[in-house]
């Protein structure tokens, strides 16, 4: 996968959280987007940890 479609994946993903748990971009990061989505949703909270890796590769290649 290039990283241009990690980067499009990742930001889609992204946006499906934030609008499931109605959370703006701005208010907070990723990861606690992650933490407050796996608290409702026991697919989020089984990939929580590999969600948040998602965020570390996205921010090593300049995502971020």
């Known amino acids: 996968m290039s990283a241009d479609r990690f980067l499009k994946a990742y930001n889609e993903l992204d946006d499906h959280l934030r609008a499931m748990m109605q959370i703006d971009r701005g208010m907070w990061g ?17 990939y929580a940890g590999d969600l948040k890796q998602f965020a570390d590769l996205r921010n090593a290649i300049g995502g971020g």
Request: aromatic content about 6%; cysteine-free; hydrophobic content about 40%.
């Open 30 to 46: 990723f990861g606690r987007v992650v933490d407050e989505a796996a608290k409702q949703s026991s697919v989020v909270r089984r």
